[in-house]
């Protein structure tokens, strides 16, 4: 019999308990246990749609290129006239480039973001071709039949054309110089979905009015019918390959569709639908586990982003708690390197460093206080602002003592604070003698200066940034419970997309393109809460909550991003010292049985 | 009527009290006077109270110890000066309603 290692190419690991390097399915003997396992990572179950931040022009009928973190929009219509606007997507926000030389609408695309074809459109139908370089539009050979509402595949150097008015089943081959006739579709689509890598593999699906659900697979020779859609549609945005694609979106008659079918290679499945129903919305992405939607009627200017099932899944665990419990620490640090210090009830001074597995006690803050903000990392940190009354002072931390250099400006508590160590940070918003307010202020390691206000003065927001010129705020109170989240970039503040649970007091973490709030409460209902949102640059997604719920808890926040996360402190009630970390991937360890 | 959940008490003790794995299988919900909230007739329920040794507590009895708990903060909160009180936060801490 063939050993283990004869067909896995490994033997099997011994190890005292569950083994942290073993690899997805990988088998170990855990001689503690005296069990054989085995561990695979949790993944989502079902894809889903997710807001992106909006294009610079609304438009409808427009084409796209790309990937979902890399795209490219050019043409359409904004309601208005028929474009030539491009803009560039990098995954986070869209950029207006330089435009296409011939303005048209329902045209088709193929390529990247830095390597484009446009072909096709209209009004009225043309055949003119252009070639993006990745800064300009240059027009190169037509194609061989004018036509609009057609579709189109590939790349920049070897694409596809296919269906579209009014010659609705031709099928061109492009080369990279010339546009070539070749086998028509069976069934003659006008305004199909289109998916596909180069001239010798595609996918038309759709089209035609009344809309038909057919399907057709393009082998570098002929199309062959495949299985039909779900539902027939035109104008729909589609994305992928031949062998995985998705569908999105559309119109079946006078009525625009939010509905979503993802292609395996073989069958159409329905799933998660886009947000709101439009037709004439264009898409791009490489398979139907990472695509990209926007534009369509309205015109729409809406961006949403597809991620497919086997996405990681994260969760909170519970870690050792701090030696002092108390609510609205400081905070400053990673997971695996935190630093709390001060905090309530009354004016606490204790500082205490976690290594990733305990806390102890360290040098003490000069001035106890609580409803302070700190930022920084543990060797490198900063406390600012506090209680009782309105504290200006400031003190910097060097991994053994904490020194008191110049004050704030405006004194202040319930302030939230970012920075990468002791010679940069934000102090935002709080609350003065005077009532919540909007003033920030900037620390170049020796001074507070005053720079722009945020929009919405607020109590006890989370933020999130890894120095003073880039970061965000969302949630806290003033007057009513806030949910709003603005963006730093250095000068001033924007408003973008709320919290899906409004609160204060949260912890919070990670960067502006990718951050983490977890816990808080709201004023307005009883109790606190562990809910948690993950931000991606452009929208809030609820994922696992904390396991022990809580408000006016702290956080390290000098993550890189929203896959890790440290929560510590905080009201139960009463106060406490939990702990918990956040890792954005888990896994689920399995016992070989009898 | 079924129940959804089931409680017990146990000292979270820290590293391990709840790990990633337990935490993806089922949701816990921790509340005062360690409390912990875990779905009822879920095996994974039964192995993670089983393991931190908890105590099964029905959730009228969980809901007293919650209560206690909670009577004890709102008493400290009652105590405090008028301008203590008159901070915007934190609020006077709220009852909890455990669920069926």
Redesign the interface.
Known sequence: MATYKQNVGTTVVNYAGNYPGAADGELWYDSTNKDFKYQYA?VTAAGSWRTGNNMNTGRYALAGAGIQTAALGFGGHDGTGVQALTESYDGVSWTEVNDLGTARQFLAGSGTYTAALAFGGGPPNTAVTESWNGTNWTEVNDLTTTRGSLGGSGTQTSSLAYGGSPSGAYTESWNGTNWTEVNDLNTAKISPGSAGADNTSALAFGGNEPSTATCESWNGTNWTEVNDMNTGRLKMGSAGIQSSALAFGGAVGPTAQTKCELWNGTNWTEVADITGAKEAISGTGADNTSALAFGGSGPSAATEEWTGAGAP?????????MNTAR??AGGAGTKENALAFGGGPGAKNETEYYNG?NWTELNNLITARS?LTGSGSYTSALAYGG?PGSKNETETWNGTNWTEVNNLNTARH?LAGIGSDNTNALAISG?TPGGATVDVETWNGTNWTEVNNVNTAR??PGAAGLNNTTGLIAGG?NGGIQDTTELWNGTNWTEVNDLNTAR??PGSGGVQTSAIIFGG?D?GT??VF?NTELWNGASWVET??L???R??GSSGGNESSNSSAISFGG????ETG??EEW?GS????KVLTD | MAKTYQYCVAENWGKGFIDHVESQRITFKGYPGNVWQVPAYNKHGNLWIAKVAGTVKTKDEAQAIVNAEVQAAQAAWDAQTDEQKAEPNPQRPADITLEE
């Open positions: 949790n899944v994260g969760a909170w665990a519970t870690a050792n708690a609510i609205r597995t409803n209680s319930y609350n109590l006890l109170v204060q007091g409460n004023p009883p109790g562990g696992a909550d396991n022990q719920v408000g006016q009201d139960i009630p009463p939990a702990t890792s888990s896994s689920t360890i």
